[in-house]
Nanobody, 121 residues
Framework: QVQLVESGGGLVQAGGSLRLSCAAS????????MGWFRQPPGKEREFVAS????????HYTDSVEGRFTISRDNARNTVYLQMNSLKPEDTAVYYC??????????????WGQGTQVTVSS
């Protein structure tokens, strides 16, 4: 059973930056693809970014491409989401997710509890 704990959320002005972290425990971290999802207020949860177990395959949703960077440190069992040039529409609860194998599915096996990101205009 994999446990995921996110940190790094907060309040930031538009144009600012935040880095989210997700610490994993309870499994072989390097055997899991990792991803970030978000749920804006009043909307469905949506995919943001994913990284394969090796770090070699990365995907982003179009709205964050060029602004967000996902990375992982298998030695630290941690995945990161560096968010730059933040916009008010990035406001959401951000969730870390894990799936065994190469890709994160639309319904990952494991979820974190979420961390709030609020971007003020």
């Amino acid at each position: 059973q994999v446990q995921l704990v996110e940190s790094g959320g907060g309040l930031v002005q538009a144009g600012g930056s935040l880095r989210l972290s997700c610490a994993a425990s309870g499994g072989t971290f390097s055997g899991y693809a990792m991803g970030w999802f978000r749920q804006p207020p009043g909307k469905e949860r949506e995919f943001v970014a994913s990284v394969s177990w090796s770090g070699g395959r990365i995907h982003y949703t179009d709205s964050v491409e060029g602004r967000f960077t996902i990375s992982r440190d298998n030695a630290r069992n941690t995945v990161y989401l560096q968010m730059n040039s933040l916009k008010p529409e990035d406001t959401a609860v951000y969730y870390c997710a894990a799936d065994p194998g190469t890709f994160v599915s639309t319904s990952p096996s494991y979820w974190g509890q979420g961390t709030q990101v609020t971007v003020s205009s």
